[in-house]
């Protein structure tokens, strides 16, 4: 096998055209198996594996640099960089992430997981090698969906005098789900420009008829093609910003890719080479259904099958919206594309005129909702937590500040597996906590989201909902207690846990393995707590130990503790605080990362059994 042999960039360089194409063959097969296997972002690896290719042969890395935009897209060149051997252990504990990471290997100049990065670090790097006198090049690989991402523009606006910068924007009409507003339409324009390819591939058989003879011939020649562009396609969107433009082009077709790169390196402006490919390439399932593929957690190559979970808190969450939205035509779903991932599929079908996509733009997401409130609507914007943190400030300046009425439901809150340090949803409960005029709810089962997002709807104010990906819990034996639930596993408890969310489980199971008498507060509502009912709850309690799947620094324990000891109520008690203290957790199973976090069963028993000893 050719892809036994590539250790590096240069084994690369080496090939032959035939080898090249057996070598895409054996990359694509290897992240059939290995993402089968791990779960991971199959489409998105598929459809760049010649671009990739392409990269590595014409540029000289890690003296160049590939900046990959979120990142998910990065798996073929983790092959290519020296990880070949260690690429089984993708996305789990121990083994290498799922996403580039710098402290990972030499050849990813760029951590990242989020959407929309990637111009505006290769323009830093770009910028920082005109001022120190470097040759190298940097190359920003960027998805059409990243297009929908306000950042995107904000790069583009201070591009145009960067030296030896290059944009490949991967054009496969994708993000997660289909890709929505006006970039789209303008890229849908120019990929199904008849007129255009007429224009362009003349252009180019005419160009194969010419010998080159100097770089003159070959300058007026571009000149040429720009002219016939320009005719083609009125004014280009990416030149007004003063960049030079290539495409669009095959990125399938790994010589023509070459070429082209080729020219937008030797023209050592900034550049954007436009590409179009076919996410999910080689593999019919995911050519059919590229959003199923975009992330998955594993399935059978040969029927396409993918594994299927239980019904999770997403899941029930986007049934409860299409419940309410039948009752209250003023309700009104949001996402940052991502209706699949946050449950909101089934609502979009039924309430079209109520469902709003607006692409990967979670600020703008937020303040929409916000201008929708004002007009009496009441809007939930659905996001995953590690997203939310985008919008801070318009979750303060536009939504609290002003009291207005709108629903922000956190999916995957906590910790979130296998896609690690990037997508943990862990700071929510410090950052949200601390924001006057929002509730700030944390379900801990069904039953407990169902009433919160009935408070939600019912309410004023900003109303944050977090939850996490998992499925329900059992809440047998447990009472509840104005913003809380509460179980005693024994009689006349001496010990608590107090916690949140799905660590509730956890701390139950704590208790059983202690034997003693232990009090378990979980918290359904992280702000305002009700400081007199927990004072009345932890009351005879002499050993405390909160539990959070959060930071610790600021976080739901911390608070808790420093009110508390403002009215000596802490006093001759034991505290303990286990939570997630000054780092950022890996990737791994859930229950890996609990262990490595000190955040298991037993950790808590030990914690409870210290007080009482």
């Known amino acids: 096998?050719?892809?036994?042999?590539?250790?590096?960039?240069?084994?690369?360089?080496?090939?032959?055209?035939?080898?090249?194409?057996?070598?895409?063959?054996?990359?694509?097969?290897?992240?059939?198996?290995?993402?089968?296997?791990?779960?991971?972002?199959?489409?998105?690896?598929?459809?760049?594996?010649?671009?990739?290719?392409?990269?590595?042969?014409?540029?000289?890395?890690?003296?160049?640099?590939?900046?990959?935009?979120?990142?998910?897209?990065?798996?073929?060149?983790?092959?290519?960089?020296?990880?070949?051997?260690?690429?089984?252990?993708?996305?789990?504990?121990?083994?290498?992430?799922?996403?580039?990471?710098?402290?990972?290997?030499?050849?990813?100049?760029?951590?990242?997981?989020?959407?929309?990065?990637?111009?505006?670090?290769?323009?830093?790097?770009?910028?920082?090698?005109?001022?120190?006198?470097?040759?190298?090049?940097?190359?920003?690989?960027?998805?059409?969906?990243?297009?929908?991402?306000?950042?995107?523009?904000?790069?583009?606006?201070?591009?145009?005098?960067?030296?030896k910068l290059i944009i490949v924007l991967n054009d496969n009409d994708m993000s997660i789900s289909p890709n929505v507003g006006g970039m789209s339409k303008y890229f849908s324009i120019v990929r199904s420009s008849a007129k255009y390819f007429r224009v362009k591939n003349g252009v180019k058989r005419f160009f194969e008829h010419i010998p080159l003879v100097g770089n003159g011939l070959i300058k007026c020649t571009r000149r040429l093609k720009n002219s016939f562009k320009r005719i083609a396609m009125s004014q280009n969107f990416f030149e007004q910003f003063g960049l030079s433009y290539y495409g669009p082009l095959n990125g399938n077709d790994e010589k023509h890719l070459e070429r082209v790169l080729a020219e937008a390196k030797d023209d050592g402006k900034c550049s954007v080479v436009h590409i179009c490919t076919t996410k999910g390439k080689g593999y019919k399932y995911a050519e059919e259904r590229p959003d199923l593929f975009h992330g998955v957690s594993g399935f059978d190559i040969e029927t396409g099958r993918i594994k299927e979970g239980g019904e999770s808190f997403s899941n029930r969450f986007g049934a409860l919206m299409c419940e309410r939205a039948e009752k209250n035509e003023k309700l009104v779903a949001i996402t940052a594309a991502m209706p699949d991932g946050t449950g909101l599929k089934e609502f979009s079908q039924r309430f079209p005129s109520r469902f709003f996509d607006v692409g990967i733009a979670e600020e703008h997401a937020l303040t929409f909702a916000c201008g929708l409130a004002t007009e009496g609507m009441v809007p939930v914007f659905a996001v995953y937590s590690t997203f939310v943190q985008r919008a801070f400030d318009q979750l303060i300046h536009d939504a609290a500040l002003q009291d207005l009425h709108i629903i922000v439901a956190l999916d995957r809150a906590g910790l979130v597996a296998n896609d690690g340090a990037t997508h943990h949803g862990i700071f929510d409960t410090a950052f949200v906590s601390e924001i006057p005029n929002v509730t700030f709810h944390s379900p801990v089962s069904f039953a407990s989201l169902e009433k919160s997002l009935d408070e939600a709807i019912a309410g004023s104010g900003v109303h944050v909902i977090r939850y996490p990906k998992s499925g329900d819990i059992s809440l047998d034996g447990f009472m509840s207690v104005d913003g809380f639930v509460c179980r005693d596993i024994g009689a006349s408890p001496q010990s608590a846990v107090v916690t949140y969310g799905r660590l509730t489980e956890t701390a139950v199971s704590a208790a059983g393995k202690l034997g003693d008498s232990v009090r378990i507060i979980s918290l359904t509502k992280l702000n305002p707590i009700d400081f007199s009912v927990l004072a009345k709850l932890l009351s005879g309690i002499n050993n405390i130990v909160f539990a959070e799947e959060g930071i610790k620094n600021g976080g739901v324990g911390q608070r808790i503790c420093a009110t508390l000891a403002e009215s000596q109520f802490l006093q001759g008690k034991r505290v303990h605080i286990l939570a997630i203290d000054g780092i950022f957790p890996e990737h791994g199973s859930n229950k890996e990362l609990l262990e490595s976090l000190s955040l298991t069963d037993d950790d808590i028993a030990r914690a409870l059994s210290e007080g009482i000893r």
């Open 1 to 163: 096998m050719i892809l036994e042999k590539i250790d590096s960039p240069q084994d690369v360089k080496s090939l032959n055209d035939d080898e090249l194409a057996t070598l895409a063959s054996e990359i694509r097969q290897q992240l059939l198996t290995t993402v089968s296997q791990n779960g991971g972002h199959l489409a998105a690896n598929l459809c760049v594996v010649e671009l990739t290719l392409a990269l590595h042969r014409i540029f000289d890395l890690p003296k160049d640099k590939i900046i990959f935009d979120v990142g998910h897209q990065s798996y073929v060149h983790k092959l290519l960089t020296g990880r070949r051997s260690r690429f089984d252990t993708l996305r789990r504990f121990g083994g290498i992430s799922g996403f580039p990471k710098r402290s990972e290997s030499e050849y990813d100049a760029f951590g990242v997981g989020h959407s929309s990065t990637s111009i505006s670090a290769a323009a830093g790097i770009a910028a920082a090698n005109l001022l120190s006198g470097s040759d190298a090049y940097t190359v920003a690989v960027v998805g059409d969906g990243a297009f929908t991402g306000g950042m995107i523009y904000e790069a583009l606006n201070n591009c145009a005098d960067k030296e």
